[in-house]
Each structure stands twice: as C-alpha cells, then as structure tokens.
C-alpha cells in the first residue's frame, strides 16, 4: 500500500520546489498537493488571518485526508496560524513547513535574524521562533528585517531588483546576528546564489528542514 502525505500551498510555484525534495526525501510516498492562491492574496490584503481562514485550510486538508494523506503540511509561513485554527477540523495531524527550521535556528544561536519580503510573514515566523524556544526555555533576540519593494518587483517579474535587494538585506543582516531564518521559501532561491564562503553565519528556508520534518512524521506513525 502506497503511504500518501498531503500539501497544502498558497503559492502555485511551489509545487515543482516540493516535487522535488519529496522525490529525494519521500521516495516512494505519494504527495496530493492543493493550492489555494487565494488565502495569500488575501492576507496580504487585510494584513491578518481573517474568519474564514481556518475553514478555507481545513477543507482542504480535509480534502487531502479523505485522498488518503496520512499527514497535512502547509507551506506557507504568512499562513501558519491556521494549522492550530484548524486541528480539528481533520483527525490526521498538521504540520507548519517552518516549525522544523524555527527548532534549528533555537539550537544553532541566540540572535536570530528574520528576513522576508511580505510583511505578512514577519509576524507568524518571529512568533514560532519564541514558541519554539520557550520549550526548552532557551531566550533568543529575534530581529526582522523586510525587503522594501523586492515582493513588488518580484511580482512585475522584476526578479533582478527582487534579488539584489534581498542580497543585500542579507549581507547587512549576517554581520548582526547568529543565524539567518528566511521566512518565504520564494527568498531560498536568493540566498543559494550567496557561495558558502562568503556566508558569516547559517542561512535556513524552510522547503528542506520542513519536508525532513514531515518524512519524520510520517515514519512515527509507524
């Protein structure tokens, strides 16, 4: 019997990024994406989770349970209050694509910098981070920095503007803390095109630690 995962995205192009870490990852499980480009639109709208958010997330993890998903992701960072919003909604467990990268940026630093392009997005990371550390009652500085007009630019397809702005934010950003989380996926992309030896401190996305995270998930459930 094929084990089967679910994925839930905000963004259509994130699909291939997933495809590809679940084939080298999640061999031989099958992965039932769902998109709902509509959620990020309007978050981004109304700057905040809005009431029928959760209902909107929960039938599609739903939708992915009743596929036979034994476990839901939701990749996306902006979004990730509605996994707890949302929990009952569905009797398999969810999971937050960044909850694997906030537990390593905990235990690799103390000053911990947040960058993003989408403001939405500050917010929810920087939060997980200090949940994530108050477990094991470790105090962590978390410091977000937002990439002024690189979400825009990316959106007119601007990706050269879109990457040299990120570029240097980062570069500004590594000389002040420990450790770098980036809080979209779409900014990993960016920070591959920084080689390691000109990176002062670690840089984590969350498509890698957050697929690993969910292959562990699925091999505890036995």
Request: hydrophobic share 45%; aromatic share 2%.
């Amino acid at each position: 019997m094929v084990r089967k995962v679910g994925m839930v995205h905000s963004v259509a192009s994130l699909v291939p990024i997933f495809n590809e870490l679940s084939a080298e990852l999640l061999s031989g499980v099958e992965v039932i994406h769902l998109v709902d480009e509509g959620l990020l639109k309007d978050i981004l709208a109304s700057g905040k989770i809005t009431p029928g958010m959760p209902r909107r997330f929960g039938l599609l993890a739903s939708f992915a349970e009743e596929s036979g998903a034994e476990i839901v992701m939701l990749t996306c960072s902006s979004l990730a209050s509605l996994v707890d919003a949302a929990k009952d909604m569905v009797n398999v467990p969810l999971l937050k694509v960044d909850e694997a990268m906030a537990d390593e940026a905990v235990r690799l630093g103390a000053r911990i910098g947040v960058i993003a392009t989408a403001p939405t997005t500050l917010g929810p990371t920087s939060e997980l981070i200090e949940q994530r550390a108050a477990l094991p009652g470790k105090k962590v500085k978390v410091e977000t920095v937002l990439c002024p007009g690189a979400f825009d630019a990316l959106r007119h397809g601007d990706t050269e503007t879109h990457d040299r702005i990120v570029k240097e934010k980062l570069n500004e950003l590594m000389t002040r803390v420990e450790v770098i989380v980036l809080a979209q996926a779409s900014i990993a992309r960016v920070a591959d095109q920084i080689p390691e030896n000109e990176r002062e401190v670690p840089i984590l996305s969350s498509p890698r630690l957050g697929t690993q995270r969910l292959k562990e998930k699925l091999e505890s459930l036995g």
